[in-house]
């Protein structure tokens, strides 16, 4: 007599998708919507325009990013293996050309393309194509990474991270370095190495400061964050942008002063708070226990990457996933620090809530990523 598979059994695992993890991300990115609106519809009322502008342009990226998030899943992550190598080397282009005369210069950094009404950062994107090849590298390394391999691995990243930081773009750059790092390990590299690269990261930050490679007011926010009660005046700018972001978040108290409520953030006294202040939209409208929500949605987020790299079925998923994970918790972790004053300011954006377009896309695209590798982790 032949028995039917049981329910729940391991021939159920083939061809699942993870729902939970979608649309959790898309969630996350109209609640995003929603604070930006709020975050700029006075500032654009007051200069004659249309209260809704940002609101409009997020939400067109958002449905764009979720459905290239779908598609995405759609497509055997094993595929990446023969498109890596072409996406790593298109982004090197697109960073190279970024810092010609095609590339556009705002606020003292270089990192923009202008394509009519639209502004397009390459070096977030960068961070998928590093994941990928790096992951591809691992994954065709299936007896274990050598001190050769992992030096290649060291150049494939220092190549787009030199040319973002020329930019210059320390936070993106940062986060390819934690990115590596973390992806390393999982491909198990012994700790006495990652431990080194550590060192050698910081090493170069440091020389990447002292030896001018960043812009001043690059280095004014480093600075303002290791003397947060100073009086210098070159350094009052950045100390005035994370005091308000504090008083903003502080303001919301436990409940929140209400969606579309807040002096704070109705007067716009929170300097780019759609972009990288974000989150004291957040902290001054939904209150202590309104932000820790939103932390725990974004944390589910980060547990459901974390939970496809642990059960993925090979290296490429793995390594794949890790990175995913890496990359979208320390932008978090980041962000989040950041606005209360005790991460520097580095300007990388909060997962699905600050607004830009290329920075939505790159997190809907990670998270399509995973989810390919959870769809396939079965067969």
């Avoid at 809704?52 to 342009?57: A, C, E, G, N, S």
């Avoid at 606020?107 to 090849?133: H, N």
């Avoid at 202040?277 to 980060?302: D, P």
């Avoid at 890496?326 to 520097?344: E, K, L, Y």
Wanted: charged share 10%; glycine share 12%; net charge positive.
């Amino acid at each position: 007599m032949v028995m039917a598979p049981r329910m729940g059994s391991s021939t159920k695992r083939r061809g699942d998708f993870d729902w939970m993890l979608a649309l959790s991300a898309i969630a996350l990115a109209m609640f995003g919507s929603i604070m930006i609106y709020t975050a700029t519809k006075s500032g654009l009322a007051v200069a004659g325009l249309d209260g809704r502008y940002f609101l409009k342009r997020q939400a067109t990226f958002m449905v764009l990013g979720a459905i290239v998030m779908l598609v995405i899943s759609r497509i055997d992550y094993r595929r990446a293996e023969h498109v890596a190598t072409a996406v790593y080397v298109a982004l090197l282009v697109l960073l190279v050309l970024v810092l010609s005369p095609f590339g556009s210069n705002a606020l003292g950094a270089q990192r923009w393309f202008a394509v009519g009404p639209l502004l397009i950062q390459p070096s977030e994107f960068t961070v998928i194509a590093v994941i990928l090849a790096v992951a591809t590298y691992c994954a065709r390394r299936p007896e274990g990474l050598t001190l050769r391999d992992v030096s290649r691995l060291l150049v494939m990243a220092a190549v787009p991270m030199g040319l973002i930081m020329l930019q210059p773009d320390l936070g993106t750059a940062i986060i390819l370095g934690i990115t590596l790092l973390v992806m390393l390990a999982v491909a198990g590299v012994p700790g006495r190495i990652l431990l080194l690269l550590l060192a050698g990261a910081v090493l170069v930050t440091v020389l990447a400061i002292v030896g001018g490679v960043l812009s001043s007011y690059q280095v004014h926010r480093l600075a303002s964050f290791l003397n947060q009660n100073s009086d210098n005046p070159s350094l009052q700018q950045s100390i005035y942008n994370v005091k308000q972001a504090k008083i903003a978040i502080g303001s919301g108290g436990l409940w929140g002063a209400g969606i579309g409520q807040g002096a704070q953030t109705n007067l716009g006294y929170v300097p780019e708070q759609q972009t990288d202040f974000i989150f004291t939209a957040v902290g001054e409208q939904l209150g202590f226990l309104g932000s820790s929500l939103v932390i725990g949605a974004l944390g589910f987020v980060g547990f459901r990457m974390l939970r496809a790299a642990m059960t993925a079925k090979d290296a490429l998923g793995r390594v794949l996933c890790a990175g995913a994970f890496a990359f979208f918790s320390f932008s978090v972790f980041q962000n989040a620090g950041m606005t209360m004053g005790i991460m520097p300011v580095t300007g990388i954006p909060l997962p699905f809530l600050s607004y830009g377009g290329s920075a939505i896309l790159v997190f809907f695209i990670v998270t399509g990523m995973v989810l390919s590798v959870e769809a396939r982790r079965g067969g």
